[in-house]
């Protein structure tokens, strides 16, 4: 791990670390400061920001880390990725269309997971995890990071997560949701008991354990700003900004600390001996698959959701997108990570 150290002190990795904690903690003081002048933003701007910060910014970064793992893979490595991927899609897509309470609860489960855990691969590739000595202290950093996703905006901003929520559910059955809405005034603050404790655990373990390098230090800022942020920021631009000024910024942080993984196949762009003609042709046409594909499980979603956009045009796409986002997210985290054992989207030797 020390060449990892040494490679990510380059400068390029800790800015971008850097970066994506000045983001988070500038928008914490822009919206307090907002709250003591008595100034709010609107639900239509705040949905217009998550729309511009999810799929301008942050969805052509999802689609990256899949070229970058699959770039030097064995070819039938990358057909059995693709077909487990849209197979696992597929699943979520089901379940969804057939229980869309169980789907919503599944796509909060998702973002959770993929916020923790691509922090958790990110601690271990710069400011360093060696104060997470067990798995169970590993599962904890990724509920206590990746929680503040969902745990704290559902505490700190129930009437609108409830009301997106409704909207998600709504795609499919319309008013789904009040079935399990009388059982909120006990599910909200079990939730949040239940995140407090698990971030006072991840912290307090982090803290008996720590090795004296400054890793625990830097977990626990970032522990505190995440939570900080969620519960000032308003849920939908701090969800629709989170993502593309946090997660993305620093899974780039984690790609400059981590050295080239041993190539297994054809490079994808034609390897270092391709001209530069050859490289941005063969980008390119990455470029253009990737967005053809994505395109095209997004139509299939459209055309088999019942009520693709409820309500407004604008709270509509927002509830749109947030399951879509969902619906390729689960693979993401599993095929590209989980069963890729050998590499992965979060890969850190």
């Given amino acids: 791990m020390r060449s990892l150290r040494t490679h990510v002190a380059g400068g390029v990795g800790p800015g ?23 100034t709010t933003v609107s639900l239509r701007t705040q949905a217009a920001v998550y ?65 923790g855990g691509g922090d958790l691969y990110v601690l271990r590739a710069t400011t360093g ?3 997470l000595r067990s798995r169970p202290q590993r599962l904890l950093a990724v509920v206590a990071r990746g929680g503040a996703v969902m745990a704290v905006p559902i505490v700190a901003f129930p009437e609108t997560f409830h009301a997106f929520s409704s909207l998600m559910v709504a795609m499919v059955d319309p008013g789904g949701l009040a079935g399990v809405a009388g059982y909120f005034d006990v599910t909200r603050p079990l939730i949040g008991g239940l995140y407090g404790a698990a971030v006072l ?11 004296g ?29 989170y993502f593309p000024l946090w997660y993305s910024v620093r899974q780039v942080a ?29 980008a390119w046409g990455v470029l253009v698959a990737g967005a053809l594909a994505t395109a095209a499980v997004a139509v299939a979603f459209w055309l088999l ?19 879509f986002i969902s619906v390729i997210a689960l693979p993401h985290i599993v095929v590209g990570n989980v069963l890729d054992r050998e590499r992965g989207i979060w890969h850190v030797p």
């Fill in 16 to 38: 971008a670390v850097t970066l994506s904690r000045a983001a988070l903690a500038g928008l914490v003081v822009l919206f307090v400061v907002a709250r003591g002048l008595g």
């Fill in 254 to 282: 984690r790609e400059l600390a981590v050295d080239d993984a041993p190539s297994d196949g054809p490079d994808l762009l034609g390897g270092r001996d391709a001209s530069a003609g050859t490289v941005a042709l063969r």
């Fill in 305 to 323: 959701v019942p009520n693709p956009i409820p309500g407004s045009v604008r709270f509509g796409a927002v509830a749109f997108w947030s399951v």
């Fill in 129 to 131: 995890a060696g104060h």
């Fill in 51 to 115: 729309l511009v910060g999810m799929v301008a910014l942050n969805l052509p970064h999802g689609g990256y880390e899949h070229f970058a793992n699959l770039r030097r893979r064995a070819t039938r490595f990358r057909g059995r990725y693709v077909v487990g991927y849209l197979l696992l899609a597929g699943a979520f897509l089901g379940l969804f269309l057939v229980a869309p309470v169980v789907g919503l609860a599944l796509a909060i489960a998702v973002a959770v997971l993929k916020g």
């Fill in 201 to 211: 655990a991840h912290l307090g373990l982090g803290f008996v354990r720590r090795p």
């Fill in 213 to 241: 390098t400054g890793a625990w230090a830097a977990d626990a800022l970032e522990t505190a700003l995440l939570v900080s942020y969620f519960a000032v920021v308003p849920v939908v631009v701090a969800v629709g900004l």
